[in-house]
């Protein structure tokens, strides 16, 4: 939401944006952080009601200057937090325009975050396993180092002997005399070793972690590795959104020097850490039981999480470092799980369609050669992918931000009070809120649908211009506009518009996607009608209007129920692997088997991309 | 060398502990540090002359309180050393008895270690092989990973795909960049992946790190791992020194807590970092050029490097975590060499033999199985073992710190100005110091030849009592004592004696090794004379006079020829099994062939024991 008009009068006026939400507001300089906060639409916790003492309203500054810090700012946050860099929101107003990161703590609602995915069924095989033991004591008689008990006992069982790192073999050693000899082993059995990943009490369930990291929104499942269930899984918000929008930002973050790159990926670790302990606390279970982990992301998230250089990411021919699976110990790049445990991260396919696009293929079936379909995961870039003949086409293109609300005039993220639909019905327009709340913003779902009906009540035209003279025009900085909402929101008193340009960004991202799904059709030789199964992947795809986004030309017009929004199919693929190899195998097939097509050097893509462009 | 007896005159009497040298004077409050260290004839760096602006004389406190820091330590040591704890020993006087660690580069002159030693001649088969690549870059039209462009090029020469931790495949990408795709590549080929343990210029050589971890001594080995050339070695004191003389009181310390152990193994990896810097830049070559390394210890050092729990090698029955091979990341305990390099320990035998005995039994040739040899590597503990008929039977005895001067009145350890040898000839007593100093005190060597003369001259009778009357005893404190040097240490003005309970000392220390040997010659079922080769390896068994030692009943009375004097077996063994993988395998199977024989628990133990006190 932009505030760039806001009239200026008296006090000087600051601009604040609020991160990881990506929200902006103009207030007068005095206005407490708090109060822009409000302003904004955003609902930080103020349990004191905003005097300074709860310090639930803690913030942090990530550009410009604040207030100088407050005795009631000491004494609520105390020395740690302090040394941290967070201030009371509260209390703190700023002195020039300033980018405010909130932690999610400090957030009274989460974020509207998708979880939910296509489900199949499948053999469970996990590659960590659990092995039981009961142990004869050391004794005079029986002067066996620990790890030669535990190998011998394993060898009885017909597994080979253990290996394992030093964090762990000393883990070992004081667990099982902590336990008097009697421990759950987890074991990851190989040929010629059996790999120690974890020591458990006797008969624990093995834990694993999946994750999903996006760009901008983490996903987080913890797994029961022997049943398959989900015992709890939470969202948060990307940490580096503080330091760069999109990946492009972040890799000129990263370019900055060594401590810039390792600051992206110590906050994911970081966070990944602590809510991996906040998810095993829910369920009342040690974070180092935790014995195996999967996670995916596109190629630039996978190459920041492990430390792997990403400038080469940003420059044409956008070469990844590794393109293969990788199986590292967690804690190398330090997460707190077992100290055995692994992070398994499946193979990226080039530098912009990653393991998470791989991972949404492994949901999607692709490894069942006789389909024909279509994954289009939509987000900041759009993967997508065509399989047909058993042979699999990739590409990425660059949709852009604008479904998540950023470059649109009044857009934000699918979060309370933004406008989700807009529909004309019995002559009037009428729209709908995520949560009933005031309307604030307008997101991603909500400007597809508007566009839509503004198409068919003619107020756009075919080229995307809003026709002047439509009684729902009004004319903003002599420029038509489309008037949403015109109360706005609910503490700011402004309207909700939708403009030319914001139109003109919904063409572009709708006319990238387009292009990239024709480039390949084409490419395989065959026409959208050949296309059995149309799998639509990713939060905004999932909550997207077919009928929208087939009406303004995103989607191809195909039969309604060759459709299928998946949700997070990412997501499900990495628990897929985590509790399969035989799934990470599969995996592994798909991206050797995609052929990547780079559209940037595609000579019809420039010309399809102008042609989707249009509406029809 | 103990100044206990120190007449109190005037100021307050303080008493000061040297680390890791060992030594101990008394001085009136007020004296400096500097002072003190030259009065007890340890020989600081003090460039300035002692008026505090070198910096160079620098200490650290351990125990004790110092005066306050002066202007003058500020400015000549900084804000790093002070954060440290760097004190000047010009400048700085103690307020309490105090321990005082000097560090190597404060030490003017180096102890003198022990590097070689039996050498044998086997083939080369190192763990890590170098593979010399030159690339084609990417470009559109060749979108491979690096590590892909890399693992394609080995297939191509019959290596498996290419795996490895995260950080070395950052630098993997990283230097091919650099280096404009041309690099040679460090890699432990495997049956099913080739691991990337290094990177480094085009047809640079492969550089492995060889250790002796002793509790007292450490000695390195930087070696070219292509033609087997040791590059530049070097010894260093063992920095845990500080915390604790011997393995008990380490254990001890490190019993105290997490903290404390964890300082162990801290100070112990600092050490083996800046030795392993200091080498390669002696050599004009990268640290991280090294790709491979093997420590050998005792299984408390073993442990203690590793961060493996020690709490139960303190009690019987004395169980280690671990006796199989290991073969770690060097980097998961910290070591600063190739990212990707590995670690290697070998086997340990039992809680009191450890990896470095099975080196020395490596080096000793102990896989010959026709052979019938004897093995005692001299030390705080003494590790024997008898081979005999493919057998090998292994125990560990307590021969205590007496050699290495700890425990005797006016001890030191073997380094200028101390007294190496006492002889009796043509009717008078004369005596040799190390590098012709002006006598400081008695080291192992000394104590044993003078002994060995005392007992030839009637000066001690066969229980170990010196003969009151004799011409060269002399009354202290209404005790017997020789007068080893009337003039004692050159600043000290003392005389320098052999006490009664200094003869006991080194009676109890013969006497355990003695009774080793006899108990394992009675589980083999032989005799002294049956045994061909008797192998004495370690510091101070190849200084030592073999005549005084069999003398004094050390060692069995069996031809001269028949001993051979081997120097740091366990170094020699460390490099032979970084050189050749078959020699790792070797090692195995000799720590696996070892028995282990529990001497607290023999039975006629103690009675050999007391046998082997007496002199004959």
């Known amino acids: 939401m932009t505030f760039d008009t806001q009239p200026s009068r008296g006090p000087k006026s600051i601009r604040i944006d609020f991160e990881p939400l990506g929200r902006r507001v103009t207030v007068p300089q005095g206005d407490s952080i708090l109060k822009a906060a409000q302003l904004a639409g955003i609902d930080l916790v103020a349990i004191c009601g905003g005097i300074g003492v709860c310090g639930a309203c803690r913030v942090r500054l990530i550009e410009g200057r604040l207030s100088p810090l407050t005795g009631a700012e000491r004494k609520a946050l105390g020395s ?88 762990m073999l000393a883990m070992l050693s004081n667990r099982l005399r902590d336990w008097n000899w009697t421990a759950r082993i987890a074991i990851i059995p190989g040929r010629e070793t059996s790999e120690l990943v974890g020591i458990l009490p006797f008969s624990q369930p093995l834990l694993g972690l999946a994750a999903d990291l996006g760009s901008t929104k983490l996903a987080f499942y913890l797994v029961n590795l022997e049943n398959g269930a989900i015992l709890t899984q939470t969202g948060r918000m990307n940490p580096q959104i503080a330091y760069g929008e999109d990946v492009v930002s972040r890799i000129a973050f990263a370019n900055q020097g060594v401590e810039s790159k390792k600051k992206l990926q110590t906050r994911l670790i970081e966070t990944v850490n602590q809510v991996a302990a906040k998810l095993c606390k829910e369920v009342n279970v040690n974070p180092d039981w935790i014995v195996d982990s999967v996670f995916v992301g596109n190629t630039v998230m996978h190459h920041l999480f ?51 696009h791989t991972a949404a293929l492994l949901a999607g079936g692709f490894f069942e050669d006789d389909r024909t379909a279509v994954l289009v995961d939509i987000g900041t870039n759009t993967e997508i992918s065509l399989m047909v003949h058993g042979k ?9 931000p604008a479904f998540e609300g950023a470059h649109i005039r009044d857009g934000m993220r699918a979060a309370p009070g933004a406008v989700d639909d807009v529909i004309f019905s019995d002559g009037k327009w009428e729209i709908s809120t995520i949560d009933d709340r005031p309307p604030v913003g307008i997101c991603g779902t909500g400007i597809l649908n508007a566009i839509s009906a503004l198409l068919d009540t003619g107020t756009i035209n075919d080229q995307g211009r809003l026709v002047s003279g439509s009684p729902w025009i009004k004319m903003e900085n002599n420029v038509p506009a489309f008037v949403v909402s015109a109360q706005g929101a609910a503490n700011n008193n402004r309207e909700i518009l939708i403009t030319r340009k914001d139109v003109h960004e919904i063409q572009l991202a709708k006319g990238a996607i387009r292009a990239g799904i024709e480039v390949l059709l084409e490419e395989a030789g065959i026409g959208t009608e ?87």
Chains 1, 2 share one sequence.
């Open 392 to 400: 699999i086409f990739s590409c990425s293109t660059a949709s852009g």
């Open 306 to 356: 492990c430390g792997l250089p990403v400038r080469q990411l940003g420059t044409a021919p956008y070469i990844p470092a590794v393109s293969e699976p990788l199986s590292i110990r967690a804690q190398e790049i330090g997460l707190d799980f077992s100290p055995g445990a692994r992070a398994y991260l499946p193979a990226n396919i080039a530098g912009y369609v990653g393991a998470d």
């Open 80 to 167: 740690n937090l302090l040394a941290e860099g967070f201030r009371l929101a509260c209390k703190a107003h700023p002195l020039t325009d300033v980018r405010i990161e909130i932690p999610p703590e400090s957030l009274n609602l989460t974020q509207k975050l998708q979880l939910e995915g296509i489900e199949s069924t499948f053999d469970l095989a996990p590659a960590v396993i659990p092995v039981d033991i009961q142990l004869s004591p050391p004794e005079l008689t029986d002067l066996r180092a620990d790890l030669t008990r535990v190998s011998q006992r394993l060898d009885g069982l017909g597994y080979p002997p253990l290996s394992a790192g030093v964090e």
């Open 530 to 616: 050949d296309v059995q199964d149309w799998i639509i992947a990713g939060a905004f795809g999932t909550y997207l209007r077919l009928e929208s986004a087939i009406r303004i030309g995103m989607l191809p017009r195909v039969p309604l129920e060759r459709f299928v929004q998946v949700g997070n199919a990412a997501g499900v693929g990495a628990r897929q692997m985590l509790l399969s190899t035989h799934k990470r195998e599969q995996a592994r097939l798909l991206a050797e088997k995609a052929e990547y097509i780079e559209l940037t050097t595609y000579l019809k893509f420039t010309e399809k991309f102008v042609e989707s462009m249009f509406f029809q």
